[in-house]
Nanobody
Framework: QVQLVESGGGLVQAGGSLRLSCGAS????????MGWFRQAPGKEREFVAV????????YYADSVKGRFTISRDNAKNTVYLQMNSLKPEDTAVYYC???????????????????WGQGTRVTVSS
């Protein structure tokens, strides 16, 4: 069992930056691929980014590529999402998620992930 807790959300002006963090409980954090998803008001949840177990491989949604960076620190059981050049359309609740073995999985699909955090809200004003 893994518990995930996100933090770092808030209100920021367009063009600004935020860094989200997601802390995980348990001793097997490095066994999980870690992803970030988001859900904007009135919209379906969408994939944002994923980081492989070692952190050596990453994959991003086209909408955030070049602006967002996912990283992880397995020693701290934490995954991060650095968000730069934020746009009003990035406004959403952001969720981190953990995918357990076996791999490979379809990283962009929410149902590939086994554990979810409660979400942290990001609001980007224009």
């Amino acid at each position: 069992q893994v518990q995930l807790v996100e933090s770092g959300g808030g209100l920021v002006q367009a063009g600004g930056s935020l860094r989200l963090s997601c802390g995980a409980s348990g001793r097997t954090f490095s066994s999980y691929a870690m992803g970030w998803f988001r859900q904007a008001p009135g919209k379906e949840r969408e994939f944002v980014a994923v980081n492989s177990r070692s952190g050596g491989s990453t994959y991003y949604a086209d909408s955030v590529k070049g602006r967002f960076t996912i990283s992880r620190d397995n020693a701290k059981n934490t995954v991060y999402l650095q968000m730069n050049s934020l746009k009003p359309e990035d406004t959403a609740v952001y969720y981190c998620a953990a995918a357990a073995p076996p791999f490979p999985i379809r990283y962009t699909r929410g149902d590939s992930y086994d554990y979810w955090g409660q979400g942290t809200r990001v609001t980007v004003s224009s």
